[in-house]
T-cell receptor
Framework: EADIYQTPRYLVIGTGKKITLECSQT?????MYWYQQDPGMELHLIHY???????EKGDLSSESTVSRIRTEHFPLTLESARPSHTSQYLC????????????FGDGTRLSIL | DQQVKQNSPSLSVQEGRISILNCDYT??????FLWYKKYPAEGPTFLIS?????DKNEDGRFTVFLNKSAKHLSLHIVPSQPGDSAVYFC??????????????FGKGTKLSVKP
């Protein structure tokens, strides 16, 4: 079981603010992911990384950006938050090899006023 | 177009009985399938998986069945317990061009197990 931590768990903030959602894992996993999920909907992949200095955009277009400077850390940033960014953001990591499950953090529920 | 479909948004089952959650997929290149369980305000928790070389995988009360010809998989929970009440997500992946082996999720089925 991966230990993966997300902070903050909840964030309510005004429009136009810069936001960074933190995600850290202690398993040394190279592969990390960010998903966005709205109630009653599927998880949509917005960013992923296969290692340090590697970042790719996912299937769902997002105005957020990510960085991967250290293996254990994969933060997501919104430069100027808008109400349309209100959602739950889930971070995951996966071990090496094929057919390995992704393990998720508890998510950040973001509300932009 | 959804590649992974969970057509039942909700399911209600009596405690002790069997819960059967269904999932259909359209992409024949998928070769690895997973089920996740999600409680409110928590992240998804990995439950069980199956690769396309198998048609059944069992782990305690949880069994996943895969029917490749029908592009259908199901999760059986026997016996169901009130603590199983959660949203269950089906996910699939495959190593084909452009996929990067990333997971595609269904919309989830909310299971309620009544005492």
């Amino acid at each position: 079981e991966a230990d993966i931590y997300q902070t903050p768990r909840y964030l309510v903030i005004g429009t136009g603010k810069k936001i960074t959602l933190e995600c850290s894992q202690t398993m040394g996993h190279d592969k990390m992911y960010w998903y966005q999920q709205d109630p009653g909907m599927e998880l949509h992949l917005i960013h992923y990384s296969y290692g340090v200095n590697s970042t790719e955009k996912g299937d769902l277009s997002s105005e957020s950006t990510v960085s991967r400077i250290r293996t254990e850390h994969f933060p997501l940033t919104l430069e100027s938050a808008r109400p349309s960014h209100t959602s739950q953001y889930l971070c995951a990591s996966r071990g090496p090899g094929s057919n390995q499950p992704q393990h998720f953090g508890d998510g950040t529920r973001l509300s932009i006023l | 177009d959804q590649q992974v479909k969970q057509n039942s948004p909700s399911l209600s089952v009596q405690e002790g009985r069997i819960s059967i959650l269904n999932c259909d997929y359209t992409n024949s290149m998928f070769d690895y399938f997973l089920w996740y369980k999600k409680y409110p305000a928590e992240g998804p928790t990995f439950l069980i998986s199956i690769s396309s070389i198998k048609d059944k995988n069992e782990d305690g009360r949880f069994t996943v069945f895969l029917n490749k010809s029908a592009k259908h998989l199901s999760l059986h929970i026997v016996p169901s317990q009130p603590g199983d009440s959660a949203v269950y997500f089906c996910a699939a992946s495959g190593n084909y061009g452009g996929s990067q082996g990333n997971l595609i999720f269904g919309k989830g089925t909310k299971l309620s197990v009544k005492p």
